[in-house]
DNA sequence: CTGAAAGCGCTTACAG
DNA sequence: CTGAAAGCGCTTACAG
């Protein structure tokens, strides 16, 4: 095949100037209609594209988001939490639907980002997907400020007020949850995952469990409390460790599904009947949710939209508009694993 | 902040011409070493970073990869099959170690491709992941080919010769698979997935069912086979048909986990005990294999060895080298949908 | 409405 | 070892 057709090409084919041609394939109204329509057609006949690197040289932008998701160092290579897939699946959309592209890239908090995306003109911004341990970036996140990037960071409220965060309300969810629960008659409910700052999200679905506690006149007891990180081997492990304190309880709410189905195998394996003896309420409604056994009564956190407001976001700061932080709001779903339903599986 | 720094900028700095500062920011050896050291010192301060935009028009590539994946239009949108992320993030590492950096979209079968990232020079080449028809988007293949693009596909080999194809070995896959449930004395085993060539990779997987039949002196019957696409809800359909049309059968293998999902759920509600009474063996070892129940027997795919393979392979096409088609082997595991292993879960 | 020209920020052949 | 210069393929201010 002949090498791609240029401006060029269509110019001499079309006997006008490469100006004309350029204006024309833009669609400008200053070329003339007739003229404007033969350039065209011209152009598909030759199944020209505009060189994009020639094209965002000369614009000095890239019509490119590009979108790095920093995953836990914990989990192995092949295992990606499912739930930033989903929000993936949504952004890649959302970013197509306003006429961007999306360059991905998977970081370990661990190692040097190649954050350097809009440094080097590849990307007009930077969302940011994480559900780590904020401590570890945040000297991270200060660079990108000072160089003045334009990015969005999905989960809770950064201390760093000239950081946009865009999240779910986790401390809606942490509430909605535990309410669930104490409406089914469970008084002592378990929280499995890490509630100190260094899990923000985490952190703000503990608080809401605990004011969900409180409204209903219970104080939370802090040995009803274990850490666990965003895996099944967490929860597993957080969950013996209830199981051996030897505290009462008769629920657990999990800050995350992947900790609950760890949960559940464990109570499962020492015999303890879920949701008859304990029930379990999860936190993202991940895919596993559903087929989980028994199916996981979980807080579903509207991926689809998220996604929107994300992309949204970064484009209204790469265009130098007003934008604001934004809690997104969650909503229960109720399966069987909290002893409400025993329809599905 | 000021703007972005270029390499006149550093040259200023330098003292020392704009070619120069090119040359040893690419440490080029025809630059005095001490210079060289000295100017990339001056790039680090000011935070430079070469645009790539000049830079892939001048050399005429862009050492960026795009990732189509195209989806069953039946699919929700939310819910990506699962076995296409695990791949994505493979590549996306692959990518990565390789230089390059990684275009995603997601694409409806249906409509158009934006399968011009080749054409308009932001990607040197693209990988397609599909699962779905193939017969629908032949011709967009044809397409990419007569404007010689560099690209690979995923799945079964294709009947044009001209397309470059990276799969696993779905034939192996199928007849390992029913080999393990013959060695656990089932007679009688069904098939649940399209046996057509529309989908050809089931295809390939069912002719592998149907050769480990035959090597035990089965004949394959056709009763026993029912088509499904890649759902949780199609599997659950298919099971429902097999289990009304009354044929006898004592073990079910399905084309994908998902289907193996749906078949079970089906066969619960009718009372039908996993393993003990129709032992199950799913496809593709998803996350959710391990935590369905009873744990899902299944053919795994390596994903980390496929997108390198993929990865590499558009590359040494990218740079003209030889490349051929390939197959990957997969392997089984066991776990308790079997009935061969009834230890976990 | 159209064209000639400048320039985006690089890389590299050419000349020294 | 270094510099001056051309050129990658566009977009757009300027002049007509």
Redesign the pocket.
Known sequence: MA??????DI?YRA????????????N?????????QRIQAIAKELN????K???N????NSQTLALLICEDPTNDESMINPFFLSMLGSITRATARQGYDLLVSFQQLSTDWHADYEDS?KADGIILLGYGDYMDYAHKLDKLIEKNTHFVIWGAEHNNKAVLSIGCDNHQGGFVATEHLLGLEHKHIAFLGDSSSRSPEFRDRYLGHVDALKSAGIEADKQLQHDAINTEASGYNAANVLLDSGVTFDAIFTASDLIAIGAIRALKKRGVVVPDQVAVVGYDDIPVASFANPALTTIKQDTQFAGEILVESVLKLIRGQEVSQRLIKTHLVVRSSCGANVEDN
Chains 1, 2 share one sequence.
């Open positions: 090498s791609k057709a240029t401006s060029i110019a006997g006008v100037s490469q100006s004309t041609v350029s204006r024309a394939l833009r400008s109204p200053l070329v003339n209609l007739e003229t404007r020209y594209k505009v060189d690197n020639a094209s040289l000369r614009m000095q003109n």
